[in-house]
T-cell receptor, first 113, second 113 residues
Framework: SQKIEQNSEALNIQEGKTATLTCNYT??????LQWYRQDPGRGPVFLLL?????KEKRKERLKVTFDTTLKQSLFHITASQPADSATYLC????????????FGKGTKLSVKP | NAGVTQTPKFQVLKTGQSMTLQCAQD?????MYWYRQDPGMGLRLIYY???????DKGEVPNGYNVSRLNKREFSLRLESAAPSQTSVYFC????????????FGNGTRLTVT
């Protein structure tokens, strides 16, 4: 079965640095991959979606890459701020129906001033 | 613009009691989902409804039933609650069942004693 792994449970960085979060998957490549942000006591909030034929996607200070050879997606936050502190989830679709969307366990990012 | 609204926010049940978690969305989305989130397990899909009138099992459906009451509302029922169902439950919706982001509610925190 398809598995998805976010390598780090927690990542601590200094304000102003670039945070890089990793999402790896096994088996076959998904049609697309999504990244979400989750704050304590709240539901996940969608950030970015990248399709299998796209290498890179950007939105303001956020950048996502998708490498189907390595079976990996990287999520970057440049010029990080304490307000970026949250848990970040990756999710991938491995079939035609959104019902087949599976989530990683998340990486908790802490940005220190 | 409320988005996805879940009720109640908190609930404590005794083993064997039943309850229904309510979810409503006001974005005219076609697809709706119920996930549970447990520490160390990530988000796991319980049931989903790709469109009004249809429901399908997800990864962890045992012990739950769902009803897609209309396009706006999707409820989750626990007929006989068990301590293993202690979790945070999230409802989500999306415009179509493929290739579009999920919009989550802020969850129901359920404790079964």
């Amino acid at each position: 079965s398809q598995k998805i792994e976010q390598n780090s449970e927690a990542l601590n960085i200094q304000e102003g640095k670039t945070a890089t979060l990793t999402c790896n998957y096994t088996n076959y490549s998904p049609a697309y991959l999504q990244w979400y942000r989750q704050d304590p006591g709240r539901g996940p909030v969608f950030l970015l979606l990248i399709r299998e034929n796209e290498k890179e996607k950007r939105k303001e200070r956020l950048k996502v890459t998708f490498d189907t050879t390595l079976k990996q997606s990287l999520f970057h936050i440049t010029a990080s701020q304490p307000a970026d502190s949250a848990t970040y989830l990756c999710a991938l679709n491995y079939g035609g129906s959104q019902g087949n969307l599976i989530f990683g366990k998340g990486t908790k990012l802490s940005v220190k001033p | 613009n409320a988005g996805v609204t879940q009720t109640p926010k908190f609930q404590v049940l005794k083993t064997g009691q039943s309850m229904t978690l309510q979810c409503a969305q006001d974005m005219n989305h076609n697809s709706m989902y119920w996930y549970r989130q447990d520490p160390g397990m990530g988000l796991r899909l319980i049931y989903y409804s790709a469109s009004e009138g249809t429901t399908d099992k997800g990864e962890v459906p045992n012990g739950y039933n769902v009803s897609r009451l209309n396009k706006r509302e999707f409820s989750l029922r626990l007929e006989s609650a068990a301590p293993s169902q202690t979790s945070v439950y999230f409802c989500a919706s999306t415009l179509s069942s493929y290739n579009s982001p999920l919009h989550f509610g802020n969850g129901t925190r359920l404790t079964v004693t």
